[in-house]
DNA sequence: ATAATAAAAGACAAAAATATCTTTTATTAT
DNA sequence: ATAATAAAAGATATTTTTGTCTTTTATTAT
């Protein structure tokens, strides 16, 4: 298992892509992004026009269209893509999936598990979608392979 | 998405109900792991034929027989059970999906997540079978809902 | 206005995870 | 030996996730 679904690691990755052409001032079309972080195209655009729809990213469509992404969501933090994606599970959730798991009813693994849970949270909560783009723009980050 | 597949936490609950019993000396079949624990029998009874097979649990058949642990078992980590149903890819794996993803080569969450995943492993590695054992007994911890 | 471009939307397909059903094998007690 | 018990094994079914194909809508440039 991974920490994110691939359905989200692709919109990361993505977002990441956008977001480092959107500073450049450029729109981006899909088959770039797609390319440009490897992953299935048309699946690809399934995640973006859902991730568009919620406001994480903004398109135009026609000649010259394509993705970006405005300041204002520049700033906003990573934890906002996975709870569109994947929801809040990873921040809250039971590790061993019980529903009424609680610090009053706590499962087995409750107290350790809590502190990791808000230490994802924090993480990328954290850290903004622009946040790693000066070395993205260096060549330093990979978003492929 | 959840920390583990719901194999995953069927088999933990499932390994934690067992040697609860165990500790006490029983057998237990699967029928009463799978009402413990709140889990569909059958498949339950998949997850534990695994385990079995890579020595995490041992069984018996026929009357009297059910699902129970050595004590050497009982000391193993559960960081065992998770690399067994999940692999390993929660404590090495990318968070981005990245399969080049290294020291050298790193995604924009790399550095970050280096630390979450040391530190989960860490937790896994460190929490035995038995460790929660006693709280268990006193009907302070739950495995169902 | 028209043609070209590019995303949006809807339907469909394949693969993986989860769940169930049926038959077989091993063990125990009678 | 036989019947009862309980897990093992194999086959099948369902659901969810991931991926693809086709048509539609919006925008731009000619």
């Known amino acids: 298992m991974a920490i994110f679904s691939k ?3 692709y919109a990361i990755r993505a977002v990441f892509y956008i977001a480092h052409k959107s500073a450049a001032g450029t729109k981006v079309g899909i088959k ?3 390319t440009g ?3 299935p195209e048309l699946y690809l655009a399934k995640i973006l026009q859902d991730l568009s729809r919620k406001g994480l990213i903004s398109s135009a469509k026609g000649p010259n269209g394509g993705f ?4 204002a969501s520049l700033n906003r933090p990573i934890s906002d893509i996975v709870e569109v994606v ?3 599970n990873l921040f809250y959730g039971c590790a061993l999936g019980l529903k009424q798991c609680s610090e009053i009813n706590p499962c087995p693994l409750h107290e350790q598990f809590k502190a990791i849970r808000s230490q994802i949270h924090e993480l990328l909560d954290n850290t903004t979608i622009n946040g790693f783009n000066e070395e993205l723009m260096n060549g330093l ?3 492929r392979k």
Chains 1, 2 share one sequence.
């Open 7 to 9: 359905t989200c690691e």
């Open 32 to 34: 770039d992004i797609a």
């Open 141 to 143: 980050l990979s978003l």
């Open 68 to 71: 970006y992404i405005n300041e």
């Open 37 to 39: 972080i490897d992953s």
């Open 86 to 88: 994947d929801g809040n």
